[in-house]
């Protein structure tokens, strides 16, 4: 019935009318939070506040870092959750923008000598992808060729050598960064991504590659943690029962919505809610790859939320009302939930209309990562724009990304490279004004 | 009968909804802050110009959505084994707005347009790769190249002309075409009216489907009142938003932004045929004067550039360093440059005071909040400055083409190569500030030919770095770049650079 109500409310404007607001948690975590102000003082009393507040302002590492206590639990996985999708987006850019960019150089005759090849494999075997056309191409003496050879398991993700004093390959060196990401350690991975990993000598320059497997590690990290001490999906069951922590601040509106489905990836936790498709926005996507639909359930949403805040503004306690606009509850939400549904749309391979839901999803009075914009409003938009083929426009989406989170500034890079390359063959225009 | 609808029927109400509010005939008006004073895409210098051209005219190529190269006039294509020359099919069902045929003439005469010296068309740096280009018959072109291309069909997107309207290749700006184009594209022109609006409406004889009856370019030079006219729904595009209208159409539900990133920048520029204007010490003296972080304030948010890439640009230098603006520091290059100061005015070296034309386009908000703050920070620092706003026409004979001019405000905007060959190198058909710098002609000779993405980063890396020290420009800021266009207009994709290139998709519902 109320799909139905909501379709006459909302019409086919989508703004007509104003949804009334059920009683307490039945119309989500954001009206709960309003019309019982006290549920929430009472989380704040139980967890720790300034973990809530870093997860509000999308700082979800410092938050992470602050949920330390047994009962902070719920609230720690959660960040890490975040922390996870975020990555998970960055490593699909990366992959994504590696493979184009050395296919659109094997086009134009191959990519350089020197140690690409080896980049170029090691990208396709951190994604568990074969690499043996790669790693065929790789001459002995290159930058990893050694290290190449060993095609096991453990050579991908080595442990630290028996004896340090001994001279690594570079890429058996930068693996062993990546085993201690791995076993929780992430600092010197992290510290490492901010340049470089390999530096050749060119003609009259350097030419750089940037570690094409490091969002890969950090993603699975962040995974591991949000999952610790079990797996991952089984988590959000948990979360549920476990009231307003398992829901404030999150894509999904509901407890019911955590338990629709398993999802894929930690990113896409919330898309497919069921409560929103209980309000006229369906758990699934629309069947085309066209850009209108998604709009239309933006739109959709955003006449949900006005009308629920309409009805708040009104009728809420003094202290409901400052939650309601200090927190901003309905336009976080409505960012978080957009910004799943775009990676929904990039996992059914509907690249127009992940990049229309995460054009809506972000602010456009903030241009930098902050409480209006969350760095996987960024990340998202810059893969939809990648999978568009729109990859100069992506550098617009990773440049406050990487402002924000340096350790990002190669998956920057990468598609800096990847856009160049593919325009190579062009002549530029340019226009005044 | 009773007829019940089932909650899950929703999502089908909402679709039906959509599909009959459609209406194939709705016009879709615009907005532009100056009209395009001239539709002939040799000559075209101005977005408004772009934008406009890309609904009436077509190129050999042009881009999918994915912004790879795909035919439009062409129908295919066949690189010669030794990559210098190819043959270009081309579609036989097309026709002029005016009914004619268009042909392999065509193709021919708007290359050889295009590098008649005569014709010194603003564009003529896009066939410069083309030695030569001959028909094989009605529906075939072969085209010569001056060094071996990968994908010349990336290049071949320039617009076509059509051959029967001109009685030679040297074509004039002035030529009546410039207000009555004939195109092969979606839209054909029927007006250019006297209220600077121009009209357009669906080309039934175009090959493929366009979506939209008719199209109309308003020009609305107060800014001010372009948001209101679509929260008013007097118009249903805005193609660039003010930054200070962001937050206001942003809560407008009727209302959708859309980024629109066309790596724009805004620079004072300096004349450099003009003698002081060649010493740098003066120029630097200049640039010290110049508070760019309270310039941009009024206009709204940016960010602050030092060279002539956005700052998320493949090739912007991050290690050139803003020079603020230093009172002191500007002295003393001015006095070094020989100028003395009297009072609080400074003197040149023959006792003559230090005047400067500003000069910036008319009808542009922004340009003029920033052409009288900086007047204001000029003349306190001991500057005379006589600011001046100039039409789209005497813009075009005065900077253009006479370079008559002391300094000027103004924006370029690029599409995502971000060339800037024909504006700083000492042969571009856009370096109306005469910057000769025998460096950069060489930076930017090579990276036009750079075979490795890294080169090219690099050598227009170094290349920022150079022009940022030999100052031809002051380099002020890029602003957030939206457009806005209302939720009755459906299947809407922008292109990054020329706004209107998939339009004929795009449909508005009444």
């Known amino acids: 019935m109320t799909a139905l109500v909501a379709s006459i409310l909302f019409g086919c404007t989508g703004s007509a009318g104003v949804a009334t607001p059920s009683a307490g948690s039945a119309s989500g975590w954001p009206v709960a939070i309003v019309t019982e102000p006290t549920r929430f003082a009472a989380l704040m009393e139980e967890t720790d506040r300034d973990g809530w507040i870093a997860f509000h302002r999308n700082d979800t590492v410092t938050a992470w870092q602050a949920f330390d206590s047994a009962a902070d639990t719920v609230a720690r996985q959660r960040a890490a959750f975040v922390q996870a999708g975020l990555y998970d987006d960055l490593d699909a850019i990366s992959d994504d923008a590696t493979k184009r960019l050395f296919a659109s150089w094997d086009r134009r005759g191959g990519p350089p000598a020197g140690g690409a090849a080896a980049i170029a494999a090691l990208n396709e075997r951190c994604h568990g992808r074969s690499d043996d056309a790669w790693r065929a191409r790789a001459t002995p003496d290159a930058p990893g060729a050694a290290w190449l050879k060993d095609t096991s398991e453990a050579a991908l993700w080595p442990s630290d050598p028996v004896d340090p004093s001994v001279p690594m390959d570079p890429f058996a060196a930068r693996r062993v960064l990546h085993r201690r990401a791995r076993d929780g350690m992430p600092e010197d991975l992290v510290g490492a991504m901010i340049g470089p990993f390999l530096i050749e000598p060119a003609n009259g320059y350097d030419r750089e590659f940037f570690d094409p497997?490091?969002?890969?590690?950090?993603?699975?990290?962040?995974?591991?943690?949000?999952?610790?001490?079990?797996?991952?999906?089984?988590?959000?069951?948990?979360?549920?029962?476990?009231?307003?922590?398992g829901l404030l601040f999150a894509p999904w509106l509901m407890p019911d919505d955590l338990r629709a489905d398993k999802p894929a990836a930690p990113g896409l936790l919330g898309a497919r809610s069921p409560s929103l498709a209980a309000l006229g926005i369906p758990a699934d996507l629309?069947?085309?790859?066209?850009?209108?639909?998604?709009?239309?359930?933006?739109?959709?949403?955003?006449?949900?939320?006005?009308?629920w805040q309409q009805v708040l503004e009104s009728d809420a306690s003094d202290d409901g009302k400052a939650l309601l606009h200090d927190l901003d509850l309905f336009d976080r939400f409505a960012q978080d939930w957009l910004v799943v549904r775009a990676r929904l749309a990039l996992a059914n391979?509907?690249?127009?209309?992940?990049?229309?839901?995460?054009?809506?999803?972000?602010?456009?009075?903030?241009?930098?990562?902050?409480?209006?914009?969350?760095?996987?409003?960024?990340?998202?938009?810059?893969?939809?724009?990648?999978?568009?083929?729109?990859?100069?426009?992506?550098?617009?989406a990773l440049t406050p990304l990487s402002e924000a989170l340096p350790e990002t500034v190669g998956v920057r890079e990468q598609v800096a490279d990847l856009t160049v390359l593919e325009g190579l063959d062009r002549l530029g225009d340019s226009k005044e004004n | 009968m009773k007829t019940s609808i089932s909650p899950t029927s929703a999502v089908s109400l909402t679709a039906i909804c959509a599909i009959s509010a459609v209406a194939f005939g709705a016009p879709l008006r615009y907005a532009e802050d100056r009209a395009p004073s001239i539709v002939n895409p040799v000559f075209a210098t101005t977005m408004s110009e772009a934008r406009i051209n890309e609904l009436v005219f077509e190129g050999l190529f042009t881009d999918d959505q994915e912004l790879r190269s795909k035919g439009a006039l062409a129908s295919s294509f066949q690189l010669a084994a030794d990559r210098k020359s190819m043959t270009v099919d081309l579609r036989t069902d097309v026709t002029w707005h005016d009914g004619e045929a268009f042909t392999s003439k065509d193709v021919v005469f708007t290359v050889n347009a295009m590098k008649d010296a005569g014709t010194a068309s603003t564009e003529s740096g896009r066939v410069a790769?083309?030695?030569?280009?001959?028909?094989?018959?009605?529906?075939?072109?072969?085209?010569?190249?001056?060094?071996?291309?990968?994908?010349?069909d990336e290049k071949l997107h320039f617009k076509i002309l059509p051959a029967h309207k001109f009685t030679s290749t040297t074509i004039k700006r002035t030529d009546p075409f410039r207000t009555q184009p004939v195109g092969t594209g979606p839209y054909?022109?029927?007006?250019?009216?006297?209220?600077?609006?121009?009209?357009?409406v669906k080309y039934a004889g175009w090959y493929g489907t366009a979506g939209l009856a008719e199209v109309a370019m308003r020009e609305v030079a107060d800014t001010n009142y372009q948001a209101k006219l679509l929260m008013y729904e007097s118009l249903e595009a805005l193609v660039r938003v003010l930054p200070r209208d962001i937050a206001a159409l942003k809560a407008d539900r009727r209302v959708e932004l859309y980024p629109y990133q066309t790596n724009s920048w805004w620079y004072v520029g300096f004349n450099m045929k003009q003698p002081r204007f060649q010493d740098l010490l003066v120029r630097q003296a200049i640039h010290r004067m110049v508070d760019a972080k309270g310039l941009l304030e009024p206009v709204g948010t940016g960010d602050l550039v030092t060279g002539p890439f956005v700052p998320s640009s493949p090739f912007y230098n991050h290690d050139v360093l803003p020079l603020p603006a230093d009172p002191n520091a500007s002295k003393t290059l001015l006095e070094s440059a020989g100028y003395t100061l009297q009072g609080r005015q400074w003197m040149d070296k023959t006792g003559q005071p230090l005047k400067i034309r500003l000069t910036a386009p008319e009808g542009s908000d922004v340009a003029q909040d920033v052409v009288i703050n900086l007047q204001s920070q000029l003349q306190l620092q001991g500057l005379s400055v006589e600011p001046e706003f100039l039409g789209s026409a005497e813009w075009k004979q005065r900077i253009w083409k006479d370079r008559d001019f002391d300094l000027i405000v103004s924006q370029w905007s690029f599409d995502r190569n971000e060339d800037i060959y024909e504006q700083f190198h000492s042969k571009g058909t856009r370096n109306f500030t005469s910057y000769n710098s025998p460096e950069v002609d060489g930076l930017l000779d090579q990276a036009r030919t750079a075979p490795d993405p890294q080169q090219k980063r690099a050598l227009l890396r170094q290349a920022h770095a150079t022009i940022a020290r030999e100052d031809p420009m002051v380099f002020l800021w890029t602003l957030d770049s939206y457009s806005a266009l209302s939720t009755k207009v459906k299947n809407v994709v922008i292109h990054p650079f020329y706004f209107f290139t998939w339009a004929n998709e795009w449909s508005v519902a009444q």
């Open chain 2, 129 to 152: 790769w083309i030695a030569s280009i001959a028909a094989e018959g009605d529906s075939r072109v072969k085209i010569n190249f001056t060094s071996e291309q990968w994908a010349p």
């Open chain 2, 188 to 200: 054909q022109l029927t007006s250019f009216n006297g209220d600077n609006s121009i009209s357009l």
């Open chain 1, 349 to 396: 391979q509907h690249p127009r209309q992940a990049l229309a839901y995460a054009q809506v999803a972000l602010d456009p009075t903030s241009s930098e990562v902050g409480q209006s914009n969350s760095p996987a409003a960024y990340a998202v938009l810059a893969r939809a724009l990648v999978a568009n083929g729109r990859s100069r426009e992506a550098l617009d």
């Open chain 1, 286 to 307: 629309p069947s085309n790859d066209e850009v209108d639909a998604a709009r239309g359930e933006a739109h959709q949403l955003a006449a949900i939320m006005d009308g």
């Open chain 1, 213 to 245: 497997c490091a969002m890969r590690t950090l993603a699975d990290l962040w995974r591991g943690r949000a999952g610790a001490p079990g797996v991952w999906q089984d988590v959000p069951e948990t979360w549920s029962n476990a009231g307003l922590a």
